[in-house]
């Protein structure tokens, strides 16, 4: 038998379990609910998921020429989401929403009859709906379409977040895209303005008389980079083959062998390589390859463009991100690499030993990975360029960082690659490219001893290149540029600047959580 205080402990637990309950079945409520309000439509014989629409305007069409629409009384079409609605008796109203913008909809008992039920109490926020009417301007001055005819075009069964709290978590943010554009227009300007980035230099290229081309995305050899790549198998070949890791560099080059002199790509490739806000395992790039011009020539190309763009997505070419400020109007400094490191550092590059560079990244307390001495010159540099704002480019690389490069005439240790600097990154990347066939080789050699030592991020020898360029390639300049330079110029990490960002899967345990 219980005493006074189990029975009362028992009492507390059973009022704790039954606030649980109800919390539970107040969770589910809503989604049940609209549920309900489904089979209703359902029954009723009114199809809540119709194969047409009939739009005869978008929103913003009417809010611009509204007068006009008010004093013809003509009647319009809307089609879009309802983001709000308020039931006042016989008479409801609701923000209706499409790509253009939003405006106010009355529906009216008076004006529809009948068919004011079924609106009034099974449609919702977050619902896709038709209205047919006329326009007009109510007391309160806004502008308003009352409906003589209605339609649902897409019966919701979960609610759209209100959009004042909208997503707060990031995670469920990107998990959700959906939702977080939704409910932010400023994001969905942001991946506009994306596309025009893209469609700028597409533009660019072409008016400058370069040949868009396509090139394979699975190789048995991952050239023109050094990162870890992508595996897969191809059954029919009984082969390893790898996603590629860069827009057709050796691919192209062949392509300069082949007669065609100005080439390019927009494309994707992939790294296999650690997440971060500003690095993704597949991202979208433009490689461009110009025959009988070299590095100087093409700093000037890509000084071009990168006003082009700017003035063309942005209408200017001033910017401010990441803690630094740079205008693209202004001069274009020359940065010498070892210089620059000497000058921040005070450690020559060329000349210092590993553990010199080891005890120097020690002492600036830099993180880096890898042992070799290549490595570990790429990290010591990293912590340079955090200083440096731009515009700029990065000249004067050393062979041991660029595989593919020309080795400059005064200084067979340092190469002829330029690398547009912008706040305090690289964005892009070019060169005089490599067409001597014996350093070539040499040069995927020296590449294939770091593979075998371990290093999973040098570059694959691809022999195959090599023999094409003992056929003969023309002097050529290569470049390229990729998504990090958009979301420079918007201010952006670059997974914020990726419409749907590779994603772990949920468990299933959170997708029951979220079902509940």
């Known amino acids: 038998m219980e005493n006074k205080e189990e029975k009362n402990n028992n009492q507390e637990n059973q009022k ?7 919390g539970a079945k107040i969770k589910l409520s809503e989604y049940e609910e609209r549920k309900e309000k489904l089979k209703k439509l359902e029954d009723l014989n009114i199809n809540p998921y119709p194969t047409k629409a009939e739009r005869s305007h978008l929103v913003k069409e009417i809010l611009d020429d509204f007068s006009n629409f008010e004093k ?17 008796g016989n008479l409801s109203f609701v923000d209706l929403e499409d790509v253009s913008g939003r405006i106010q909809v009355a529906i009216s008992k008076k004006e529809i009859g009948e068919n004011y039920k079924p609106f009034a109490k099974l449609i919702d926020s977050g619902d896709f709906a038709q209205f047919t009417g006329t326009v007009f301007t109510t007391k309160a001055g806004q502008q308003t379409l009352m409906t003589s005819e209605w339609k649902i075009l897409t019966k919701a069964l979960r609610g759209v977040p209100v959009e004042h709290f909208g997503l707060k978590d990031e995670d469920e943010r990107y998990r959700k895209r959906y939702l977080d554009l939704l409910l932010n227009p400023e994001k969905r300007e942001m991946f506009v303005r994306r596309a025009k980035f893209w469609q700028a230099i597409r533009k660019f290229m072409t008016e400058k008389d370069f040949f868009e081309v396509e090139t394979p995305t699975l190789e048995t050899t991952t050239g023109g980079a050094e990162a870890r790549p992508f595996e897969t198998y191809h059954n029919d070949f009984n082969l390893p083959v790898y996603l590629r890791i860069c827009v057709g560099e050796l691919w192209q080059k062949r392509l300069m062998a082949a007669g ?22 597949e991202f979208t790039n433009m490689e461009f390859y110009w025959a009988y011009a070299d590095y100087n020539d093409g700093m000037k190309l890509v000084q071009e463009l990168y006003r082009f763009i700017s003035q063309e997505v942005y209408g200017r070419t001033d910017f401010e991100t990441r803690g630094h400020k740079f ?14 490191i000497e000058k921040q550092t005070g450690m020559n590059v060329l000349t210092a030993t590993k553990e010199e560079l080891e005890n120097k990244l020690a002492e600036l307390d830099v993180k880096y990975d890898g042992e070799n001495k290549e490595r570990l010159m790429d990290s010591l540099w990293k912590y340079c360029r955090a200083n440096i704002s731009g515009p700029a480019f990065l000249i004067n690389l050393p062979v041991a960082v660029s595989p593919l490069a020309k080795i400059k005439k005064d200084n067979p240790q340092q190469t002829e690659r330029f690398q547009p600097l912008l706040g305090g990154a690289e964005v892009g990347n070019g060169y005089s490219e490599l067409n001597d066939p014996v350093d070539q ?39 390229g540029v990729g998504e990090r330079l958009f979301a420079f110029f918007e201010n952006q990490t670059l997974r914020e600047a990726t419409l749907f960002p590779l994603m772990k899967p949920k468990s299933e345990g959170d997708e029951d959580e979220e079902n509940n």
């Open 16 to 22: 704790k379990s039954k606030t649980v309950s109800a």
């Open 441 to 479: 080789q040499k040069r995927f050699e020296e590449q294939k001893k770091l593979l075998d030592a371990g290093d999973d991020e040098a570059m694959m020898p691809d022999w195959e290149f090599v023999e094409m360029l003992e056929y003969g390639m023309p002097p050529t300049c290569g470049f």
């Open 327 to 340: 205008d693209l109007a202004d001069e274009w400094v020359k940065i010498d690499y070892v210089e620059e």
């Open 260 to 281: 065609f002199e100005k080439t390019f790509e927009i494309g994707k490739a992939y790294r296999n390589e650690g997440s971060s806000p500003d690095h993704a395992q």
């Open 72 to 88: 013809e009384k003509s009647e319009i079409t809307l089609c879009g989401r309802l983001r709000s609605k308020r039931v006042h």
